[in-house]
């Protein structure tokens, strides 16, 4: 059998011709005419007003926050269990991250917590994360957020392509943060935007990532800012990126109902002491989920571990869920309790789903699971 990588981007020669005749046409490779027509196209698709390219899916944190006033020495609150880029943006420009445990039902920041919090500190801003695309409670923290006159901005780096109650993800923040890196379902190798429906918003943005410059070309600069700008030959890869978005979409729709077909059954201990839970689809009206990556919690971290070791040995490719921010040695809290994420992250397991994946290699996963189990 052939390996099976857990992710891996996936280019043709569509992207190959795009930039073979974007350099035969003598742009200057830095952010022009393609990076206006490629943030086009996400306004386009997730419905926001404004969209910002910027370097990465982390920087465009840091600017976020930023934009909308956070100085240093504040506290932004993050959800304990995400990608270690949310709380470094958060750290990077001087501020406080304060972790928030996640809910049982998906692994995204608990609106008791975000309330719990906000009540004995002073928070200025809380970053979503919806992690693996799930959302959770996002729409509640986000009223809270207003109520409370605090900020809210959206993670959303591997979330394009969803939405939730008839809106894209990201979009009901402040502001909504997207990656383009390597293992996102688009990707231009490095890369990120912001997506905001806010002109002021749009126009800080617009200036913190191009050195706080007046306008166009100029050299007055009023503003603070620095360079997080993209590139045309990037943008020429992203639009015919986004091209193919659609079809990746329904490609991972499609993954995801053949591993959950196959591995739901496994949800209540069996006999052979398999244990797999995995989150169910969301369904609701206006909701289109698709998963990230294909996401399974066995019945503990050693269980996992040597689950992912046996796949190896089968030339599967798997990656371990990030293992709460808490237990990372840059942020190690040993003195808080984050039960919940303390609980399923060390158990999570991300399944190979790359887009090119094939049904034959889903039911070869499985068979290989099925087989450790001895079932
Ligand atoms: C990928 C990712 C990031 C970081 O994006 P980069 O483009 O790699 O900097 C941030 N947050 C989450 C949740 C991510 O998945």
Same mark, same amino acid.
Request: glycine fraction near 8%; include cysteine.
């Given at each position: 059998?052939?390996f099976? $990588?857990q992710?891996?981007? /996936?280019?043709s020669s =569509? =992207?190959?011709?795009?930039?073979?005749d974007?350099?035969?046409?003598g742009g200057w490779v830095t =952010? &022009?005419?393609?990076?206006?027509?490629?943030?086009q196209?996400?306004c386009?698709? @997730?419905?926001?007003?404004f969209?910002? *390219?910027? /370097?990465?899916g982390?920087?465009s944190l %840091?600017?976020?926050l *930023?934009?909308?006033?956070?100085?240093?020495?504040d !506290?932004v609150?993050?959800?304990n269990l @995400?990608?270690?880029? +949310?709380p470094n943006?958060v750290k990077f420009?001087?501020c406080?991250?304060?972790?928030?445990d996640?809910?049982g039902?998906?692994?995204t920041l608990d609106?008791k917590?975000?309330?719990r919090?906000c009540r004995?500190e002073?928070?200025?801003?809380?970053?979503?994360?919806s992690l693996? +695309?799930r959302?959770?409670?996002l729409?509640h923290?986000k009223?809270?957020? @207003?109520?409370? /006159?605090?900020s809210?901005?959206e993670?959303s780096?591997?979330?394009?392509g969803?939405?939730y109650k008839?809106?894209?993800v990201? +979009? &009901?923040?402040?502001i909504g943060?997207?990656s383009?890196?390597s293992p996102k379902?688009i990707s231009t190798?490095?890369?990120?935007?912001?997506?905001t429906n806010?002109?002021?918003?749009?126009? !800080?943005i617009?200036r *913190?990532?191009?050195?706080g410059?007046?306008?166009?070309?100029?050299d007055?600069? $009023?503003?603070?800012?620095?360079n997080c700008k993209?590139?045309d030959?990037?943008?020429?890869?992203?639009?015919?990126?986004m091209?193919?978005?659609p079809e990746r979409v329904d490609?991972m729709k499609? @993954?995801?109902k053949r591993?959950?077909?196959r591995?739901?059954?496994?949800?209540?201990q069996s006999?052979h002491?398999?244990?797999?839970e995995?989150?169910?689809?969301n369904n609701q009206?206006?909701t289109?989920?698709?998963?990230?990556f294909?996401?399974?919690y066995?019945?503990?971290?050693k269980v996992?571990?040597?689950l992912?070791?046996?796949?190896k040995?089968k !030339?599967?490719? +798997?990656?371990?869920?990030?293992?709460?921010? /808490?237990?990372? !040695?840059?942020y190690?809290? $040993?003195?808080?309790? &984050?039960?919940? %994420?303390n609980d399923?992250?060390?158990?999570?397991l991300? *399944?190979p789903?790359?887009?090119?994946?094939?049904?034959?290699?889903i039911?070869?996963v499985?068979q290989?699971?099925?087989?450790?189990?001895?079932c």
């Amino acid at each position: 059998m052939d390996f099976i $990588p857990q992710m891996e981007p /996936n280019f043709s020669s =569509e =992207e190959a011709d795009a930039v073979y005749d974007y350099m035969k046409s003598g742009g200057w490779v830095t =952010e &022009f005419k393609k990076s206006r027509e490629f943030e086009q196209m996400i306004c386009d698709y @997730t419905g926001a007003k404004f969209c910002h *390219l910027v /370097n990465n899916g982390t920087l465009s944190l %840091s600017l976020a926050l *930023l934009a909308v006033g956070v100085q240093p020495g504040d !506290k932004v609150l993050v959800p304990n269990l @995400t990608m270690i880029a +949310t709380p470094n943006a958060v750290k990077f420009i001087g501020c406080v991250p304060v972790f928030g445990d996640v809910s049982g039902d998906s692994l995204t920041l608990d609106m008791k917590e975000v309330k719990r919090i906000c009540r004995k500190e002073k928070i200025k801003a809380v970053i979503h994360v919806s992690l693996n +695309t799930r959302v959770g409670d996002l729409t509640h923290i986000k009223d809270f957020c @207003t109520k409370n /006159n605090i900020s809210f901005i959206e993670d959303s780096a591997q979330s394009l392509g969803s939405f939730y109650k008839g809106k894209h993800v990201g +979009t &009901f923040g402040d502001i909504g943060s997207f990656s383009f890196s390597s293992p996102k379902i688009i990707s231009t190798g490095q890369g990120g935007c912001l997506v905001t429906n806010d002109e002021e918003l749009s126009e !800080k943005i617009r200036r *913190l990532k191009d050195f706080g410059r007046d306008g166009g070309g100029n050299d007055s600069h $009023p503003y603070f800012g620095i360079n997080c700008k993209f590139t045309d030959l990037q943008s020429v890869i992203g639009i015919e990126q986004m091209k193919k978005l659609p079809e990746r979409v329904d490609k991972m729709k499609d @993954t995801w109902k053949r591993y959950y077909d196959r591995l739901n059954q496994y949800s209540v201990q069996s006999s052979h002491g398999i244990k797999i839970e995995m989150f169910p689809p969301n369904n609701q009206e206006g909701t289109s989920w698709i998963p990230w990556f294909v996401d399974i919690y066995l019945s503990s971290e050693k269980v996992r571990d040597n689950l992912m070791v046996y796949l190896k040995s089968k !030339k599967i490719e +798997t990656r371990k869920v990030y293992p709460p921010i /808490n237990r990372q !040695k840059i942020y190690e809290s $040993p003195d808080q309790d &984050f039960p919940v %994420s303390n609980d399923w992250a060390p158990r999570g397991l991300w *399944l190979p789903s790359s887009s090119k994946l094939s049904h034959e290699d889903i039911d070869q996963v499985c068979q290989e699971i099925e087989n450790f189990f001895n079932c």
